[in-house]
T-cell receptor, first 114, second 112 residues
Framework: ETGVTQSPTHLIKTRGQQVTLRCSSQ?????VSWYQQALGQGPQFIFQ???????GRGNFPPRFSGLQFPNYSSELNVNALELDDSALYLC?????????????FGNGTRLTVT | GIQVEQSPPDLILQEGANSTLRCNFS?????LQWFHQNPWGQLINLFY???GTKQNGRLSATTVATERYSLLYISSSQTTDSGVYFC??????????????FGAGTQVVVTP
């Protein structure tokens, strides 16, 4: 069974640029969620996708957007990068829609904005 | 939103010691998970435990949903247990199912 995989592992961008992060869900999982974890804090929910549609969003501005593809893989796009966007970005997948289905996390992408 | 409080914030243990981490939450939940984040940032799922008791090797967890708390027990700690332990919940009914609300974590350091 393949776990949740994310790419790239590390990324350095300049303020104002755009970035795309990628996630492949664990085999058999059809929902995906994205989280941002700033240094020294717990992860914060960005949004989640089910059947290629956004289905729940946290307190993040519209310049954070995403996609889910038919094979359940996903992308997180961030436009107009700001210094505060520097963080570990985590993708999580779950077996099915429902809060009784545990989330499994990838190893994350560490983004540094200079 | 739901509040998740973890205690203690920091814990230093000698190898072989036992410890208990606590998670209090302010509303009823459908999902509660315990995670271990290692020094490399990897977030590892320890338990899915919205209620009841589970054990996995030296780790065990108990959630008393009616009293809104969960406990994580580490027995015979090892240096590889070092890292941050997070409790995360999904509030019942009104929140989207993927929206885990994390506590601030307990930083555990196990010394040889």
């Amino acid at each position: 069974e393949t776990g949740v995989t994310q790419s790239p592992t590390h990324l350095i961008k300049t303020r104002g640029q755009q970035v795309t992060l990628r996630c492949s869900s664990q085999s058999g999982h059809n929902t995906v969620s994205w989280y941002q974890q700033a240094l020294g804090q717990g992860p914060q929910f960005i949004f989640q996708y089910y059947r290629e549609e956004e289905n729940g969003r946290g307190n993040f501005p519209p310049r954070f957007s995403g996609l889910q593809f038919p094979n359940y893989s996903s992308e997180l796009n961030v436009n107009a990068l700001e210094l505060d966007d520097s963080a570990l970005y985590l993708c999580a997948s779950s077996f099915r829609r429902g809060s009784d289905s545990p989330l499994h996390f990838g190893n994350g992408t560490r983004l540094t904005v200079t | 939103g739901i509040q998740v409080e973890q205690s203690p914030p920091d814990l230093i243990l000698q190898e072989g010691a036992n410890s208990t981490l606590r998670c209090n939450f302010s509303d009823s939940v459908n999902n509660l998970q315990w995670f271990h984040q290692n020094p490399w940032g990897q977030l590892i799922n320890l338990f899915y435990i919205p209620s009841g008791t589970k054990q996995n090797g030296r780790l065990s967890a108990t959630t008393v949903a009616t009293e809104r708390y969960s406990l994580l027990y580490i027995s015979s700690s090892q240096t590889t247990d070092s890292g941050v332990y997070f409790c995360a919940v999904v509030r019942s009914e009104t929140d989207s199912w993927g929206k885990l609300q994390f506590g601030a974590g307990t930083q555990v350091v196990v010394t040889p």
